[in-house]
């Protein structure tokens, strides 16, 4: 399987990169996982509802720029659908099963993301009500990626 991260902004923090790079590393038996990081879009802190706007659709063309054709697209919103780590695991083999064997997830910037990659997206996918820096929301889906491949092959770890 491919699974590809489009994700908004450049990631700093060391803590966050050691903790990705473990699971970039832990997965590599069981997808080919690529992480692209797109600009962010530089902003005042104090935007118009307008300027808010503008600035999600620059990301977006960014985002969209990298997601290709065949590519199922799961964008991690905060008004998308919760799922627990079986249903996860359990959608991996669907779309496996069904000859979709590249998945594009799509974390946006603080702003959160554009109508066009929402209208993009074949699944919105939401972690929590709560919101997370979208940095740390990279370390998370991998974890979650790296789980679901675990739980659909029976291996010791998401107990």
């Not at 990169?17 to 473990?22: D, K, M, V």
């Not at 079986?86 to 991996?92: D, I, P, S």
Request: proline residues 3%.
């Amino acid at each position: 399987m491919q699974i590809t991260i489009v994700t908004v902004g450049k990631l700093k923090e060391k803590y966050l990169l050691q903790g990705i790079n473990e699971y970039l590393k832990r997965l590599q038996p069981y997808a080919k996982v690529q992480i692209i990081e797109v600009a962010d879009e530089k902003a005042p802190e104090n935007l118009s509802e307008a300027e808010m706007v503008q600035v999600k659709q620059k990301e977006g063309e960014r985002i969209l720029q990298h997601i290709k054709q065949d590519q199922y697209v799961i964008a991690l919103a905060i008004e998308g659908e919760m799922w627990t780590s079986e249903k996860l695991a359990t959608e991996f083999d669907r779309l496996g099963t069904y000859g979709t064997s590249s998945i594009a997830f799509i974390i946006g910037g603080s702003l959160g993301l554009s109508k066009e990659v929402y209208g993009r997206a074949n699944q919105l996918l939401s972690f929590s009500k709560m919101t997370f820096p979208h940095q740390l929301m990279r370390l998370v889906l991998l974890e979650q990626v790296y789980r679901a491949f675990k739980i659909n092959r029976n291996e010791p770890y998401h107990k």
